[in-house]
C-alpha cells in the first residue's frame, strides 16, 4: 500500500512477516517525496512502538520539518509492536528479574537480518548516510540496547521515557544494589567510548511518582541521569554527543513524546544553514 499525502510526504505501509519473530510486522514508512527519487543521501531511522508515531501524526510533523527546510532528508521507519512487546522488548544480554525481554535477541535478528536488507532492497535507489534508532518507554530502552551493542551500524539514538530501570533483582529484595543491578547502566560502565554515537534522552517530570531512594526525584529521572553519568565517564560530552530534554509537564503518554521528538529530529538532523 502506498500513499502521497498533500504535504509532500510519501507514506508506505507494508507487512512484512518474520521468520525470526514468528508474526507479521505492520512497517510505516515516512519520506520527502521529492528526495526519495534520486542520489541524494538520506538518514534512516527506525522506531520502535511505529503505532505511537503514527497516533501523533508524524507524517504532518516530518513533513512541516522537511518542507522548511529545517532537517536534512529522512527515511523514518515506525516499526508496529505486537502483543509479546513485553518479550521482544529489552536487552539481547537477557531477560529482567522478571524474565521480561527474552526474545530481544530475537527481535535483534528481525532489525539486523531481515528488516534491514528489507529496507536496502526496498529502497535500493537511496544512499543511506547513516542509521538511527529511537523509542518510548519499553521500546527506548531496546533502541539504546541495538545501538550501544552495533555502534558499527548505528551513528544515533532517541530514548523517550526509556525504561532505563530495567534490572536483574527486584527493587524490593533487600540486596537490590541499584548501582549494580540495572543491566543498562552495568552494560555501559562494563563497555567501551564508541566515538561514532550520539546520544538523545528525554524524560518528563511527571512520568511517574515512583521515589525509591527518596532523593525528592522520580526514578525515571534518576534512571536516565545515571546513564548519561555512565556515559560522561566514558567519554561522552554533554552538548556535544550527548543531550537531555526534561519536560517539565511531561507526562508517561504519546502527547508528551510528541512534543519532545521534533527537539531530537532537530537535534540529530538540523540543517547546519538553519537557526
Not at 507479521?24 to 503505532?51: C, E, K, M, R
Not at 504532518?60 to 532537517?71: D, G, R, S
Not at 536488507?117 to 518507554?137: C, W
Amino acid at each position: 500500500m502506498q500513499t502521497e499525502v498533500s504535504t509532500g510526504i510519501m507514506v508506505e505501509t507494508v507487512e512484512l512477516p518474520s521468520e525470526a519473530l514468528q508474526r507479521t510486522i505492520t512497517i510505516n514508512f515516512y519520506g520527502p517525496a521529492s528526495n526519495l527519487g534520486d542520489n541524494s543521501p538520506v538518514g534512516l531511522l527506525l522506531f520502535n512502538d511505529g503505532q505511537d508515531i503514527e497516533a501523533m501524526g508524524f507524517d504532518k510533523m516530518i513533513a512541516y520539518l522537511h518542507q522548511t527546510e529545517t532537517i536534512t532528508p529522512l527515511l523514518c521507519v515506525g516499526i508496529h509492536s505486537g502483543e509479546d512487546r513485553l518479550q521482544e522488548y529489552g536487552m539481547t544480554s537477557g531477560p529482567d528479574f522478571k524474565g521480561r525481554g527474552a526474545k530481544a535477541g530475537l527481535y535483534r535478528q528481525f532489525i539486523l537480518e531481515e528488516l534491514l536488507p528489507y529496507i536496502h532492497e526496498r529502497y535500493s535507489h537511496l544512499v543511506f548516510n547513516e542509521m538511527a534508532f529511537a523509542g518510548f518507554s519499553l521500546g527506548g530502552l531496546s533502541a539504546l540496547d541495538l545501538v550501544w551493542n552495533h555502534p558499527d551500524l548505528f551513528s544515533k539514538v532517541g530514548v523517550f521515557s526509556g525504561a532505563l530501570w530495567w534490572r536483574s533483582k527486584d527493587r524490593k529484595d533487600k540486596d537490590f544494589n541499584e548501582a549494580t543491578d540495572r543491566l543498562m547502566h552495568r552494560q555501559i560502565r562494563q563497555g567501551k567510548y564508541q566515538p561514532g554515537l550520539k546520544f538523545f534522552f528525554q524524560c518528563g517530570e511527571l512520568d511517574e511518582t515512583e521515589d525509591r531512594n527518596n532523593n525528592g526525584v522520580i526514578d525515571s529521572i534518576d534512571d536516565t541521569i545515571d546513564v548519561m553519568r555512565e556515559l560522561l565517564a566514558k567519554g561522552w560530552v554533554e552538548g556535544k554527543n550527548m543531550h537531555y530534554l526534561q519536560l517539565p509537564d511531561g507526562k508517561h503518554d504519546i502527547r508528551s513524546w510528541a512534543k519532545a521528538l521534533p527537539v531530537f529530529l532537530k537535534w540529530g538532523w538540523r540543517k547546519r544553514n538553519t537557526a
